[in-house]
Nanobody, 129 residues
Framework: QLQLVESGGGLVQPGGSLRLSCGIS????????IGWFRQAPGKEREGVSC????????LYADSVRGRFTISRDNAKNTVYLQMNSLKPEDTAVYYC??????????????????????WGQGTQVTVSS
């Protein structure tokens, strides 16, 4: 059974860093694009970043470009989101989503959470002094 588990969230001061991990089991990561989304209280889930199955395509929301970096290690079945220069507005529950997208398919639409078929339970990130 396909399963995604996020970890690495926590409380950090503004300007600090965190690295989120998305551990995947039940399927071969090689054929899936993975997206990171976040949802703050009272707001809709928004796309943060996506990496294609080959790793050749990486997408970022304008709000995080230059501060966040997505990467994947298929041998470890894990996708990472390195978050630097964190701001209070980055506070949210962060989710990873998976969608079947073999090499050459790129990433699903980062503006549409519905384009990702499987999700983890999320990890809380709080940026506060």
């Amino acid at each position: 059974q396909l399963q995604l588990v996020e970890s690495g969230g926590g409380l950090v001061q503004p300007g600090g860093s965190l690295r989120l991990s998305c551990g995947i089991s039940g399927f071969t990561l090689d054929y899936y694009a993975i997206g990171w989304f976040r949802q703050a209280p009272g707001k809709e889930r928004e796309g943060v970043s996506c990496i294609s199955s080959s790793g050749g395509t990486k997408l970022y929301a304008d709000s995080v470009r230059g501060r966040f970096t997505i990467s994947r290690d298929n041998a470890k079945n894990t996708v990472y989101l390195q978050m630097n220069s964190l701001k209070p507005e980055d506070t949210a529950v962060y989710y990873c989503g998976a969608e079947l997208a073999p090499a050459g398919w790129g990433c699903p639409n980062l503006n549409s959470a519905a384009d990702f078929g499987s999700w983890g339970q999320g990890t809380q990130v709080t940026v506060s002094s």
